[in-house]
T-cell receptor
Framework: EAGVTQFPSHSVIEKGQTVTLRCDPISGHDNLYWYRRVMGKEIKFLLHFVKESKQDESGMPNNRFLAERTGGTYSTLKVQPAELEDSGVYFC?????????????FGPGTRLLVL | QQQVKQSPQSLIVQKGGISIINCAYENTAFDYFPWYQQFPGKGPALLIAIRPDVSEKKEGRFTISFNKSAKQFSLHIMDSQPGDSATYFCAASMASGTYKYIFGTGTRLKVLA
């Protein structure tokens, strides 16, 4: 069974540009989470989808970040316009049943560097 | 405000030794405490997890000790091996809402051969 995949693995952009990160969760997983780790700090929650619906957006830093989950399958996280402080590793995770507290499976992350 | 505090930031252990990583939390509503292991270039992977109704859980060389009254939990790696060299994250979540994880800052473990 394929794990959580993320694309791209790395992205280097200039301040003010737009970047879109993609996450493909494990097939059949209803829950999809986005997290971010800024260098040396904790992995921080950004938002949670249950199928195609946003369940919790409390961790989104500001309105420059837009997340979508088309048809309850893959998800995209767009940063527009990117700022220096957006640099970090963006992780996506998925779990199967939205009603249960289950293991979250993480993808390898997208390393974003904003210059 | 960091809700889960993890220490140490880095740890060097000789092969065969015991590695100990500690975490403390503030929110008594947390009721699920996983530990994740991350190798360079990979995503975090679940290592072992515990709920507050038990004080200890062991899986192979990995043990979680949990102290509910002190709001602390720790990971013990017995007979540490060079292959255990990785970054370890503790986390906490609540049995309601989104089940989102609150992570510690991570511990970079190096086991010397």
């Amino acid at each position: 069974e394929a794990g959580v995949t993320q694309f791209p693995s790395h992205s280097v952009i200039e301040k003010g540009q737009t970047v879109t990160l993609r996450c493909d969760p494990i097939s059949g997983h209803d829950n999809l989470y986005w997290y971010r780790r800024v260098m040396g700090k904790e992995i921080k929650f950004l938002l949670h989808f249950v199928k195609e619906s946003k369940q919790d957006e409390s961790g989104m830093p500001n309105n420059r970040f837009l997340a979508e989950r088309t048809g309850g399958t893959y998800s995209t996280l767009k940063v527009q316009p990117a700022e220096l402080e957006d640099s970090g590793v963006y992780f996506c995770a998925s779990s199967q049943d939205w009603q249960l507290q289950e293991t979250q499976y993480f993808g390898p992350g997208t390393r974003l560097l904003v210059l | 405000q960091q809700q889960v505090k993890q220490s140490p930031q880095s740890l060097i252990v000789q092969k065969g030794g015991i590695s100990i990583i500690n975490c403390a939390y503030e929110n008594t509503a947390f009721d699920y405490f996983p530990w994740y292991q991350q190798f360079p270039g990979k995503g975090p992977a679940l290592l072992i997890a515990i709920r507050p109704d038990v004080s200890e859980k062991k899986e192979g060389r990995f043990t979680i000790s949990f102290n509910k009254s002190a709001k602390q939990f720790s990971l013990h790696i017995m007979d540490s091996q060079p292959g255990d060299s990785a970054t370890y994250f503790c986390a906490a979540s609540m049995a309601s809402g989104t089940y989102k994880y609150i992570f510690g800052t991570g511990t970079r473990l190096k086991v010397l051969a």
